[in-house]
């Protein structure tokens, strides 16, 4: 079956520190990987977006490239920032015919001034 | 933003009693999921709709059912409520299920059983 295993949290930087958020998973054929974030008391939002091997995601400083040959998608920021402080989340999606995303755990984020 | 609302966003109840929240859209997009949040599971869904009267069981659908007799509504009910059924529950909605689209969610509910 499908799965999305991250790093356990949780991760506290200091502001303008670099992040990186590691995402492995196991899926057939070809999925699309997601990053979401989710701030304090809020819903998920989609962060970023990959759909196939080798194209980058980006979005708000944030980065993830599709690695089919290590099938990982890590997030990383160059420079974070106190408002990047919430818990993030790396899913996938098989594909056509398949209804379903797969979640990762979770991995909660503080940035401290 | 997505128009997608969650009614109740809170509610406390007592085991036993039967309970139903609801999802609202307003992107007319086809497919609605119900999904439940808890600390060390990440998202696990409930079930999913990919029509109005076209519904599904997901990952964690024993103690759950679900209506959608309109395109912007989709009802989650709780029969009979248990401890175990205390979680954030969220509502998302797609436009497609092609790869690549992605999930939009709304604000999450809740949901307390003492």
């Known amino acids: 079956g499908n799965s999305v295993t991250q790093m356990e949290g949780p991760v506290t930087l200091s502001e303008e520190a670099f992040l990186t958020i590691n995402c492995t998973y196991t899926?057939?054929?070809?999925?699309?990987l997601f990053w979401y974030v989710q701030y304090p008391g809020e819903g998920l939002q989609l962060l970023l977006k990959a759909t196939k091997a080798d194209d980058k995601g980006s979005n708000k400083g944030f980065e993830a490239t599709y690695r089919k040959e290590t099938t990982s998608f890590h997030l990383e920021k160059g420079s974070v920032q106190v408002s990047d402080s919430a818990v993030y989340f790396c899913?996938?999606?098989?594909?056509?015919?398949?209804?379903?995303?797969?979640f990762g755990k979770g991995t909660k984020l503080s940035v401290i001034p | 933003d997505a128009g997608i609302t969650q009614s109740p966003r809170h509610k406390v109840t007592e085991t036993g009693t039967p309970v139903t929240l609801r999802c609202h859209q307003t992107e007319n997009h086809r497919y609605m999921y119900w999904y439940r949040q808890d600390p060390g599971h990440g998202l696990r869904l409930i079930h999913y709709?990919?029509?109005?009267?076209?519904?599904d069981k997901g990952e964690v659908s024993d103690g759950y059912s679900v209506s959608r007799s309109k395109t912007e509504d989709f009802l989650l009910t709780l029969e009979s409520a248990t401890s175990s059924q205390t979680s954030v529950y969220f509502c998302a909605i797609s436009e497609s299920q092609d790869r690549g689209y992605e999930q939009y969610f709304g604000p999450g509910t809740r949901l307390t059983v003492t």
């Open positions: 899913a996938l999606s098989p594909g056509a015919g398949s209804y379903q995303l797969t």
């Open positions: 709709s990919y029509g109005v009267k076209d519904t």
């Open positions: 899926a057939t054929g070809y999925p699309s």
